[in-house]
């Protein structure tokens, strides 16, 4: 299957009552930067960053898709799935500040996720969730997911004793995994 094959012709991932998924647009540039400097407001955007735009819109087993309004066609943000040639590709959504906690994502991630199961040919997914992301945990429980265990970024000589002091001074560093089925 070809990456274009995932989109109908005019660039429709899907669509739902209220959203339409569609292929990323490189007129979003300036959305996605809104949303990398939320997500990290403490670094400046450049190419450097921790999400950078090539990356977002590259084919190269990565499929993204923007959300928007389908009424109005405001853009909303972006759903992913990384590693689609994987076994195991990872999801992922990005929601601009005035739309989070909306229900736009238990609105489009479950659809999102059947129909990457019928064109990628896969049925499992996962996603990493930080430890101190509540609501987005509480989704991914709402919409299917499981979770299956505890990871952090620490190096593995790392200090049991200091674990406590290292969740509360770096709590980007602990997340949960979920599964999708």
């Not at 977002?56 to 990565?62: G, H, K, M, P």
């Not at 659809?111 to 040919?121: G, R, S, T, V």
């Not at 991914?140 to 990871?151: N, R, S, V, Y």
């Not at 674990?163 to 602990?174: G, M, V």
Request: glycine content about 4%; charged content about 25%.
């Amino acid at each position: 299957m070809k990456f274009s094959d995932l989109f109908d012709a005019d660039g429709i991932f899907l669509k739902t009552q209220n959203y339409i998924l569609r292929r990323i647009a490189a007129e979003e540039k300036p959305y996605y930067e809104e949303l990398a400097r939320a997500e990290h407001p403490e670094i400046p955007y450049t190419s450097n960053a921790p999400l950078v735009w090539d990356d977002l819109i590259s084919e190269d087993d990565l499929l993204t898709c923007s959300i928007l309004q389908r009424d109005t066609g405001v853009f909303c943000g972006f759903c992913q799935l990384q590693q689609i040639v994987s076994s195991a590709p990872e999801l992922g959504i990005d929601l601009l500040p005035i739309y989070q906690h909306s229900g736009i994502a238990a609105e489009v991630l479950p659809p999102f996720l059947e129909q990457a199961k019928k064109l990628l040919q896969n049925d499992y997914f996962y996603s990493k969730i930080k430890k101190v992301n509540i609501p987005s945990q509480k989704l991914a429980e709402k919409i299917g997911g499981i979770c299956i265990g505890e990871k952090n970024l620490l190096p593995a000589d790392f200090p049991d004793s200091l674990r406590t002091i290292a969740e509360k001074e770096f709590p980007d560093f602990f997340y949960l995994e979920y599964e999708f089925h």
